[in-house]
């Protein structure tokens, strides 16, 4: 079953809203979570990666990591038109190599 | 900015040919990975390669085959290809912190 459960499905928000995306893992080995944004036809490109538990804000963007229950969430305040995209979670776990487990995505829509 | 470059960027292949998907990084990394994308399910890891001249299995290796010759090549292999294959493949490489996707390899498999 997916490791990585992504929420929700899909989010529709105006322009200059909160987008709020949630992730978590159900692999207790995970180390970091990364928050990767793909746009239409382009390939992934990573927002921000968070191993400690509490809170990281870059810009506009801040994500949340409670490394009890294996709970990631990422949001946008101030949301803009080009945010709309495919915002994927992976973990990465203490296996080392970098390889990545994804989820299945958010689709984000920011209406304008 | 990291560089991974795929070849072809698209490609149309006949159920039972043989395709190959090609991937090359100038960022001096020693991981590299192939993943597919399918609507509805994110990326999925098909074979990695922290070393030249090895590859591993990732958690979706059935039907591909991995080459990694040199530390800057890694190649994805179909031997028997199928509809099932039909996917965006990408290509990505990385140096213990974050993964660089290459641009993507629409196969479309008839």
């Known amino acids: 079953q997916q490791k990585v459960q992504q929420s929700p499905e899909s989010l529709i928000v105006p322009e200059g809203g909160m987008a709020s995306l949630n992730c978590t893992s159900s692999?207790?080995?995970?180390?970091y979570f990364w928050w990767y944004r793909q746009h239409s036809g382009k390939s992934p490109k990573m927002l921000m990666?968070?191993?400690?538990?509490g809170e990281k804000e870059e810009g506009r963007f801040t994500v949340h990591l409670n490394k009890a229950s294996l709970h990631t969430s990422l949001h946008i305040r101030d949301s803009q038109p080009s945010d709309s995209a495919l915002y994927l979670c992976?973990?990465?776990?203490?296996?080392?190599?970098?390889?990545?487990?994804f989820g299945k995505g958010t689709v984000l829509l920011v209406s304008p | 900015e990291a560089a991974v470059t795929q070849s072809p960027r698209s490609k149309v292949a006949v159920t039972g040919g043989k395709v190959t998907l090609s991937c090359h990084q100038t960022n001096n990394h020693d991981y590299m990975y192939w993943y597919r994308q399918d609507t509805g399910h994110g990326l999925r890891l098909i074979h990695y390669?922290?070393?030249?001249?090895?590859?591993e299995k990732g958690d979706i290796p059935d039907g591909y085959k991995a080459s990694r010759p040199s530390q800057e090549n890694f190649s994805l292999i179909l031997e028997l290809a199928s509809l099932s294959q039909t996917a965006v493949y990408f290509c990505?490489?990385?140096?213990?912190?974050?993964?660089?996707f290459g641009k993507g390899t629409r196969l479309t498999v008839v």
């Open positions: 692999d207790r080995n995970v180390d």
């Open positions: 990666s968070i191993f400690s538990n």
């Open positions: 990505a490489s990385s140096e213990r912190t974050e993964v660089f």
């Open positions: 992976a973990a990465e776990t203490d296996s080392g190599y970098n390889k990545l487990t």
């Open positions: 390669s922290y070393v030249a001249d090895s590859t």
